[in-house]
């Protein structure tokens, strides 16, 4: 039994540092595409530092566009192409893209041709200001744009990332109720009431996207003067749920909570609990929303199917764009959508043939 519990634990190991390496190799991909359309417009700010122009050959639209949309889409289909689900955050990919793009920016302006004016001209002044605009804008909408994903996607989590813990009470459900739900008791867990009926209630901390050390208190009542009290404990970060790194706010409640049923009756106490109550099963749905996306039209598909449509249509509508404002030619441009439709065949050809063979074909008795 031991061996096989490490077993387990080596191999879900081996698939984490698996998915975190997948994150770093999607979000250089990603930074690289969306480095494309900025290479015109580095071209020509580093020309007109060095004196050779005054207007910039990239149109900024379809930059504002590419910084704006892309990292959001990327972020989502990338994140949710495999399993187990990472968030790959756009304000990496932001800040990969403008890591390149500086490198290529700098090297540029000691490449031919020479510069034909001072580098500290008012006209190069002015061009470096734009650039370091660029790159501050695209490193802030980064951190804005990774909320939208998670909020999309749903963190990184499961149920082993989180502890929980019963606890049986020989008090009755109604009195543990109204315990809990004092306003002193609440305020000092910085809990809230987010289900309440006859034999069942369940508080959760506030403040659901934000990070830090988390509660869910699941209590029910399955006889007289017998309740069970599930606690679940698990630290939140931005992108990821994971254990606490220490019990003692989970614990320190749960003593407060005796306290304050002693002070009622001193027969009331506290104890180990059964593991498979049926709070425990609602408390770890209610915990594990944060996790779970929120794409609910395209539910009816697979999360590579779905990841597939969303690349599809970003890189779709990014060439597009990059068309019509004449930054790329036709050639190109029809090259790319011949790229699309076949990698979109490739993909979706199985499922269609899939289900066509699951259509009762004809008899001939009929």
């Known amino acids: 039994m031991q061996r096989e519990g490490r077993i387990v634990k080596l191999a879900d190991k081996l698939r984490d540092r698996d998915a975190q390496l997948r994150v770093v190799f999607l979000t250089f991909i990603g930074a690289g595409i969306e480095l494309i359309p900025s290479i015109p417009f580095i071209s020509s700010t580093s020309l007109i530092i060095k004196g050779y122009g005054s207007t910039v050959v990239s149109d900024p639209t379809l930059i504002i566009v590419g910084v704006l949309v892309f990292p959001i889409i990327y972020g989502i289909s990338a994140s949710l192409v495999y399993s187990p689900k990472r968030i790959v955050p756009p304000v990496y990919i932001q800040a990969l893209t403008v890591t390149f793009a500086t490198i290529i920016f700098v090297n540029s302006l000691f490449q031919n041709p020479p510069a034909i004016q001072p580098l500290n001209s008012s006209t190069s002044y002015t061009s470096f200001l734009v650039w370091f605009f660029y790159v501050f804008i695209a490193v802030f909408l980064g951190l804005a744009q990774g909320g939208i994903v998670r909020l999309i996607v749903g963190m990184n989590g499961g149920r082993d990332d989180i502890e929980s813990m019963a606890y049986s009470i020989n008090a009755d459900f109604d009195v543990i109720s109204q315990?809990?739900?004092?306003?002193?008791?609440?305020?000092?867990?910085?809990?809230?009431?987010?289900?309440?009926?006859?034999?069942?209630?369940?508080?959760?901390?506030?403040?659901?996207?934000?990070?830090?050390?988390?509660?869910?208190?699941?209590?029910?009542?399955?006889?007289?003067?017998?309740?069970?009290?599930?606690?679940?404990?698990?630290?939140?970060?931005?992108?990821?749920?994971?254990?606490?790194?220490?019990?003692?706010?989970?614990?320190?409640?749960?003593?407060?909570?005796?306290?304050?049923?002693?002070?009622?009756?001193?027969?009331?106490?506290?104890?180990?609990?059964?593991?498979?109550?049926?709070?425990?099963?609602?408390?770890?749905?209610?915990?594990?929303?944060?996790?779970?996306?929120?794409?609910?039209?395209?539910?009816?598909?697979?999360?590579?199917?779905?990841?597939?449509?969303?690349?599809?249509?970003?890189?779709?509508?990014?060439m597009t764009g990059a068309f019509y404002y004449k930054t790329i030619g036709i050639d190109l441009y029809i090259s790319s959508l011949v790229l699309i439709f076949a990698e979109l065949a490739f993909v979706f050809l199985p499922l269609v043939k899939e289900a066509m063979s699951k259509v009762p074909e004809a008899t001939d008795d009929q």
């Open 179 to 318: 315990t809990l739900q004092k306003d002193d008791f609440l305020d000092l867990g910085t809990l809230q009431v987010r289900n309440r009926s006859e034999k069942f209630l369940l508080l959760s901390s506030t403040y659901k996207w934000s990070p830090g050390d988390k509660l869910v208190f699941a209590l029910e009542g399955p006889e007289s003067n017998k309740s069970v009290l599930t606690v679940l404990s698990y630290e939140q970060k931005y992108y990821t749920l994971s254990p606490p790194s220490s019990f003692l706010y989970r614990d320190s409640l749960i003593i407060t909570l005796e306290h304050l049923l002693k002070q009622i009756n001193q027969s009331y106490a506290i104890s180990a609990g059964p593991s498979d109550a049926e709070g425990g099963r609602r408390a770890f749905i209610h915990a594990l929303k944060i996790t779970r996306p929120s794409l609910a039209p395209f539910k009816s598909i697979s999360r590579y199917h779905q990841a597939t449509l969303i690349a599809a249509a970003a890189i779709g509508a990014l």
